[in-house]
């Protein structure tokens, strides 16, 4: 299944490891954004790939679904706006 638009090359099982995931947050992958969260321990906020938050790698979590996020006590970045992203 392809995330983002249509010629995007990035496909959601190329984000199936923390590392592939850590690398597209790190790039601000919009193509990335919906195939998981990135959640930040400190200030308790999930965002998308392409956030221009740029928390340390020690204090992210990933998760497969805002839904998932949500339930593990995190609440959306008031910056980039995940709930409005859709896979």
Not at 23 to 33: I, K, N, P, Y
Not at 54 to 71: G, I, T, W
Not at 79 to 87: G, H, I, L
């Amino acid at each position: 299944r392809y995330i983002g638009d249509w010629s995007s090359d990035v496909c959601s099982s190329d984000l199936d490891t923390d590392e592939a995931r850590w690398a597209a947050w790190e790039a601000r992958d919009r193509a990335a954004d919906g195939a998981f969260f990135v959640a930040v321990r400190t200030t308790g906020v999930y965002c998308v790939a392409s956030c221009p938050g740029r928390p340390l790698r020690q204090n992210v979590v990933f998760h497969d679904s805002l839904e998932a996020a949500r339930a593990a006590g995190f609440r959306a970045c008031l910056r980039c706006k995940p709930d409005r992203v859709t896979a």
